[in-house]
Every structure is written in structure tokens, then in C-alpha cells.
């Protein structure tokens, strides 16, 4: 199960947010302060931490800091009051991975939750072998009987996604959530466009072919 560390000093807030995580399947992890989530950490594999930013003893920013100067790589949703560009920046900088600005929407912080959850899933795996394919994540490559393909970034995510799941039904809005990210202003219509020139490329493979699902969005379909 899915462990994600909640660390917020409120408690009324830090109970909502582990209940809620507990009822989407997740395994909530509760710390009042930076201080207490470090000694989490050390004692327990974290996939995710939802942090606030204004807390006693070690603040967010100092936390997510710790975090990366010590080589955890696992996603970060900050949540906080702070709300000004230069805290955002600050954050980002700190290594944050998504930032949501309190009051927040409890379904909103799920959804985006599950993209930074996804989103990791994808870079961590690295290397995709489909039939006589291999997708090369460091180098956002497809290798092919020899020959070597160089994607666009957005193409080359896009089509990891689709081939790591095969068969499975991904709406616009899903893959612009992964893709592009929550906040993009990017029209839904880009992924279309995406999804084109991906099959313009690769429509002589014997391997896969990308197949739209009229009313519902895209998935991809391993040729026998």
C-alpha cells in the first residue's frame, strides 16, 4: 500500500487529510512539525509527502530542503497559506514537486496526489521493452531494430504512459494531468495533436498501435 506522510500542524486539518487519504486506499502517516517527519523517515519508506510550510521547530521549506540534500527523491505536494510568487518560487526551488494554496479543496489535493504519484512511477521505472522496442526514459529515445528515434519530451512521456499500460482507456484530461501538468494552460486538444504525430511515426511498427476510443480519449494496443 501507497504510504504518504502528512505533515501538517493543525490537527483538525492533519486528521481531515490522512481520512481522507485512508478512504482513497492510501496509508496515511501523521507528523506535527519537519522534525518529527524526519524521524519518520528515517524508520519508514515514504512514497509521498504532503507538507505544510509554516510549522514550529523545522518549517516546510527547511524540511523539503533536508529531504533532497539527503538524496530522497519521493514526491512533495506542499500546502500552505503562503500564497506569494516569491514563496512559491521558494518552494520550487527547495525542491517541491506541486504547491496548493489553503484553503484547499480536498478532492483537488487526491487528484493531484495520484498525478505526482504517476508521475514518479513513470521516471522511476526508466526502460520500457515492448516486443523489439525498447523506450530509453534518460534519453527520450525508442530503439527499433537497430535504429535509434529521439522523441520530443511531451511525445516521448505520452507514449510511455500509453505503452506502460496497455489496453487501458486514458481520457484527454488524464494524460494533460500527467503530461502537462494540473495547471497547464495548454488546451486538452494538444494531446490530439500529440497522439498524430506519434502514429505518423510509428505506423509502420509491428509492434503497437494507438487507438482512439470514441467519446472516452486513447490507449494503446500491443499487435500480436
Known sequence: MIKILVVEDNEKLRQLMCTVLAKQGFNPVMAEDGEQALDILHTH??????????MPNLDGFQLIGRLREAGYNMPVLTVTAK???SDKQKGYLAGTDDYMVKPIDINEMILRVRA???RAQIASERRLNIGDLVLDYDSLSVLS????????????????KLLSYPNKIFTRHQLMDEIWGMDSETEARTVDVHINRLRERFKHTAEFEIVTVRGLGYKAVRKS
Open 116 to 118: 505526482l504519484l504517476r
Open 83 to 85: 500564497d506569494s510568487f
Open 145 to 160: 531494430q537497430g535504429d535509434t528515434t529521439a522523441l520530443p519530451q511531451k511525445e516521448f512521456h505520452l507514449l510511455y
Open 45 to 54: 519508506h515514504i512514497d509521498l509527502v504532503i507538507s505544510d510550510i509554516m
